[in-house]
């Protein structure tokens, strides 16, 4: 789950990293007002969760109170990488000297969290570990013992070239550390860190996602969730009790178990094909719930071909039968569905499905065969 700049920035200024002073806004007035509060020039940045705000136009520097109104009237309501602006963040104007950049991530084939820091800030950091891997610094992190005063430092004095500013450095890395430990966070980034003109520096922008499986750690922070951010379909899905995510390819999937999931999206690579989604429909499939994945699964004009795959222990595959039947009457399946229903009551699933247009299929193996077929063939 990622939350905004402004909200990062509490995190920030609650743990002690310098952050400006600055006020969020949801109209023109506001801006103005926030702007007044906090003495010109300001910058008004959009709010939204996506990276390069900047570039788009959503980052703006007001000399004026007719400039902040202008640069909110703007920035609001704009579209940035198909997310709508709905808040900005009025800031205090940065004398900046230089920038960089300063992350946590958890690195899953080192097992462990990674310290990275570039000289090369404010530029997405993607692009530097593309373009120039050379200058991104990183320090692997002992989970037991933290992050070290001395890996910091040494970071620190590499990148800034400066004792004293290395030191400055590695408070605001420790601290940032502790925040993404004790939120549960899986990424968490300043980019930039500016150093001013005075020689101190300052966090210019946040970035925070959290780890979803430790959110039920962290009651308050649903209260934080842009669900203008999420994916509708996914929204829906989760209110109805099933986990969908969305995929890039043609051959939709209806599963039981995150395990037989994963394993049926595997076998659809396998056999050339790619998978539409990712849905588990859970242990106890009411037709209910069948009827709703179906809808869900058919909003992603992508998909081609569903792919039912269930293996009914205390799911029972005449309910998921029962499902089908009802959603191919109350839903337009457009698009070729085959179905492997195997284990408690397949037989009557079996009747059930007799005549109508679900393709049946013996085995798993078959089934993805011929859902990749009639989603058009293998790439
Ligand atoms: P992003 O593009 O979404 O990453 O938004 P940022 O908040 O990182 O801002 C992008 C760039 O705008 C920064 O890298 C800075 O160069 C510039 N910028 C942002 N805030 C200030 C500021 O207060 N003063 C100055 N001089 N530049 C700023
Ligand atoms: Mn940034």
């Known amino acids: ?15 002690g990293i310098p952050v400006p002073r600055e006020v969020v806004a949801s109209t023109a007035d506001e801006a103005v007002a926030a702007a007044a509060e906090i003495g010109l020039p300001v910058v008004v940045k959009a709010q939204v969760l996506v990276g390069g705000r900047g570039k788009a136009g959503g980052v703006k520097k007001a000399d004026s109170i007719e400039d902040v109104r202008k640069a909110a ?16 963040l009025v800031s205090e ?33 993607e692009q530097v570990a593309k373009d120039s891997p050379e200058k991104i610094l990183k320090a692997e992190i002992d989970p037991g013992v933290g992050l070290l005063g001395f890996q910091a430092r040494n970071v620190g004095m590499a990148m800034l070239g400066d004792a004293r500013l290395a030191r400055q450095f590695a408070g605001i890395a420790q601290k940032l550390y502790r925040v ?22 300052l966090a210019l922008d946040a970035k925070i996602n959290f780890d979803d499986n430790a959110l039920y750690r962290h009651k308050t922070h649903e209260d934080l969730r842009d669900m203008s951010a999420e994916v509708e379909a996914e929204v829906e899905a989760k209110e109805a009790g099933l986990s969908y995510i969305k995929l890039e ?41 069948m009827k709703t994945a179906m809808r869900i699964i058919l909003s992603d004009e992508n998909v081609k071909a569903i792919l039912v795959n269930i293996f009914g222990g205390i799911t029972r595959c005449d309910d998921i039968a029962h499902g089908l039947l009802l959603a191919s009457k109350e839903v337009d399946i457009k698009v070729p569905l085959v179905a492997r229903l ?28 011929k859902a990749v077929e009639l989603a058009g063939g293998v790439r």
């Open 1 to 15: 789950m990622k939350i905004h700049e402004y909200q990062a920035k509490h995190f920030f200024g609650a743990a």
């Open 73 to 88: 009237g703007r920035i609001l309501g704009m579209d940035i990488k198909g997310l709508k602006v709905r808040k900005v």
């Open 93 to 125: 104007c940065a004398d900046i000297d230089s920038e960089f950049y300063l992350g946590f991530i958890v690195d899953r084939t080192r097992r462990r969290p990674v310290m990275m820091a570039s000289a090369a800030g404010g530029v997405e950091i």
């Open 180 to 201: 993404f430990v004790e939120q549960d966070c899986s990424l968490i980034e300043i980019n930039p860190l500016v150093k001013l003109a005075d020689g101190s520096l």
């Open 249 to 289: 390819g043609n051959v939709g999937c209806v599963v039981n178990g995150a395990g037989l999931a994963m394993a049926t999206m595997d076998l659809i690579k396998r056999y050339g094909g790619e998978p539409a989604n990712f849905l588990d429909v859970g242990g106890s499939s009411s037709p209910e719930k």
């Open 342 to 369: 195997t284990g408690t009551n397949q037989d009557k699933a079996r009747k059930l499905l007799q005549g109508t247009d679900v393709t049946p299929a013996a085995t798993m193996s078959e089934a993805v065969k």
